[in-house]
């Protein structure tokens, strides 16, 4: 027995913030934020994550016609929670209403979503669990300073979310690994120690250096896609969709070019999107599932790259 993708949901605050809004708080232009990332604007939240992962999960249900009380667990990938407990899954499983369904929240930046439906395919195949809930929700604008033009422009708010269910085919081969060494490149400083011996100050925001960041994503993402695509005994051309992190469009252009992936195969959303850290890839995956895109027995790599630093990808059958 394998896990399949059962069906699909996505939600973005209604807010939009474009590159000529980004210019107003800090030195920059909508001509060199679109050449250089690819992006034009981005959605921001004024409710959290809770409330987007609600939206998200209610659409990928309603699509997957699977009900919450037939749910047997529900994980959330998140950094940016609204709470530091209860965690985001049972605060979105009392708002749901799927009584009594163990719940986690997991934490691996942008590639979470990948680790997280990687998690609930072992659950599923191990014979555990029938149907889970893999929820990737992200408040960036949380943790971004909106002062540092090298990152505030990056970044939005978003969730998606997928049902994973048993079945004879789905999810071919999953690769995940991390790099902790060069965690330092990029990475998000929570709650401070304070206490009656120490004040270290406030929490700290997101902090990346870019340039190191984009020599591993080069590097990294074209290898986790060989070993699905070795694994599974599966050749690039057979493919149909590379749905990958909406980081940057000339790391995927990159990667695109290492593995001879034609265009049409790789599609992109970071410029309305922005990057969305673990919830790009639901998002970008449920914006080609509705539109149709995607067909029934199609082959689908999902990769993704991020803090950590971490990568994954998985081989599926839709």
């Known amino acids: 027995m394998k896990a399949r993708i059962l069906g699909t949901g996505s939600y973005l605050p209604e807010h939009v913030l474009t590159n000529d809004d980004m210019a107003k708080l800090v030195e920059t232009s909508d001509e060199w934020i679109r050449e250089r990332t690819g992006i034009r604007e981005r959605h921001l939240t004024d409710q959290g994550t809770l409330h987007m992962a609600c939206e998200a999960s209610k659409r990928a249900l309603l699509n997957s016609n699977v009900t919450a009380d037939e749910l047997d667990m529900i ?80 970044f939005g708010d978003g969730a998606g979310a997928a049902v994973i269910g048993a079945d004879e085919t789905g999810i071919l081969a999953m690769d995940m690994g991390s790099d902790g060494v060069k965690g330092p490149v990029l990475y998000c400083e929570a ?5 009656p011996i120490v004040n270290k100050g406030k929490a700290g925001k997101l902090r990346m250096n870019g340039q190191e960041v984009y020599k591993f994503a080069v590097r990294r993402l074209p290898k986790t896609i060989e070993t699905v695509l070795q694994e599974s005994g599966i050749s690039v051309d057979e493919v149909d969709h590379f749905i990958f992190h909406q980081a940057n469009r000339r790391i995927l252009q990159a990667a695109a070019k290492h593995l001879n992936i034609p265009a049409e195969k790789m599609p992109m959303n970071m410029d309305h999107c922005g990057n969305l850290s673990a919830a790009s890839i639901p998002v970008l995956l449920d914006e080609h599932n509705q539109s149709g895109k995607i067909k029934r027995g199609d082959k689908v790599v999902l990769a993704a790259f991020g803090g950590g630093l971490s990568w994954a990808s998985a081989l599926i059958i839709w």
């Open 191 to 195: 709650w401070p120690i304070t206490n």
């Open 75 to 154: 994980i959330i990938a998140t950094f940016t929670p609204d709470y530091l407990f209860p965690n985001a899954s049972c605060q979105l499983q009392a708002a749901l209403g799927a009584p009594n369904v163990p719940c986690m929240d997991l934490s691996a930046a942008c590639s979470g979503f990948i680790y997280s439906i990687n998690t609930a395919a072992a659950y599923i195949q191990a014979g555990m669990y029938k149907k889970i809930l893999v929820v990737a929700a992200e408040t960036l604008s949380r943790v971004v300073d909106w002062e540092d033009r090298s990152t505030c422009i990056l």
